[in-house]
């Protein structure tokens, strides 16, 4: 079946711009996660959904940082006036319950270039 | 805070060799850990996991127990293979009830023929 879906795959975009990044969930996942992996480091969590939940918001960098989610489906990740230092590869992942015996299913990610 | 420190990369072994990729965590309570694996062009995937002290997880014919005396919980295979080749990432769940991830910096495997 379809696995997590994120796009764009790339995106580059100037210093001081908005962007968007989207993500489309495995349907019927009630959690939803939202990673960063900057260049040569590990996954640094951004936010997470679970189902009519207030998200956690505890990882994201910055008030430039935004998430929402519509339900239990798609989600998308606001960065607002990039910095260069937002550069990196952002990755979705859903699980189908809460809990940690869940696994977590990732996409592909965004790889984000502010330049 | 909790965190997970894993063995730097890049690591190239020859195929049939033995692999082992260290992980030591630090947590408060009792963490559920992870070994996630990221193939060339594909997404991270669970590769195998332990929810409690002295499991063993295991797949893929890789292994890794979770010792809580040390802290660890090192991955091993006996014999890798060229399709071995990624980057393994280890992890630990922060908070029960959420599988609230966090990640080691990751460690590139490279399996020569």
């Known amino acids: 079946g379809a696995g997590v879906s994120q796009s764009p795959s790339n995106k580059v975009t100037e210093k001081g711009k908005d962007v968007e990044l989207r993500c489309d969930p495995i349907?019927?996942?009630?959690?939803l996660y939202w990673y960063r992996q900057r260049l040569g480091q590990g996954l640094e969590f951004l936010i997470y959904?679970?189902?009519?939940?207030?998200?956690?918001k505890s990882g994201l960098p910055s008030d430039r940082f935004s998430a929402e989610r519509t339900g239990e489906s798609v989600s998308t990740l606001t960065i607002q006036r990039t910095q260069q230092e937002d550069s990196a590869v952002y990755l979705c992942?859903?699980?189908?319950?809460?809990?940690?015996?869940?696994?977590?299913?990732f996409g592909n990610g965004t790889r984000l270039t502010v330049t | 805070g909790n965190s997970v420190t894993q063995m730097e990369g890049p690591v190239t072994l020859s195929e049939e060799a033995f692999l082992t990729i260290n992980c030591t965590y630090t947590?408060?309570?009792?963490?559920?850990l992870f070994w996630y694996v990221q193939y060339p062009g594909e997404g991270l995937q669970l590769l195998l996991k332990?929810?409690?002290?002295?499991d063993k997880g295991s797949n893929k014919g890789f292994e890794a127990t979770y010792r809580k005396e040390t802290t660890s919980f090192h991955l091993e295979k006996g014999s890798v293979q060229v399709s071995d080749s990624a980057v393994y990432f280890c992890?630990?769940?922060?908070?029960?009830?959420?599988?609230?991830?966090?990640f080691g910096q990751g460690t590139r495997l490279t399996i020569n023929p």
């Open positions: 992942a859903s699980s189908p319950r809460r809990g940690n015996n869940s696994p977590l299913h």
């Open positions: 349907s019927g996942h009630t959690a």
């Open positions: 959904f679970q189902g009519n939940s207030a998200p956690d």
């Open positions: 947590a408060t309570g009792y963490p559920s």
């Open positions: 332990a929810t409690k002290a002295d």
């Open positions: 992890a630990l769940s922060e908070v029960q009830g959420a599988q609230k991830l966090v």
